[in-house]
């Protein structure tokens, strides 16, 4: 709970950082032109759901 408030504040930060940490994360054994396209397929995840996030 290093520098954070209280456990609600970490409680909160932690259950929307494991979602979206999800996206990010990838195979150790990849190669770089796989890492690019997966990197690419999921930064349009990402702005597609920011566009729904920020129309609300």
């Given at each position: 709970?290093?520098?954070?408030?209280?456990?609600?504040?970490?409680?909160?930060?932690?259950?929307?950082?494991?979602?979206?940490?999800?996206?990010?994360r990838r195979p150790a054994n990849t190669n770089a032109?796989?890492?690019?396209?997966?990197?690419?397929?999921?930064?349009?995840?990402?702005?597609?759901?920011?566009?729904?996030?920020?129309?609300l």
């Open positions: 709970m290093k520098r954070f408030k209280s456990a609600g504040q970490a409680q909160r930060f932690l259950s929307v950082h494991d979602r979206v940490g999800n996206l990010f032109a796989a890492h690019r396209t997966s990197r690419a397929q999921t930064f349009l995840a990402w702005n597609e759901v920011a566009a729904v996030a920020g129309g």
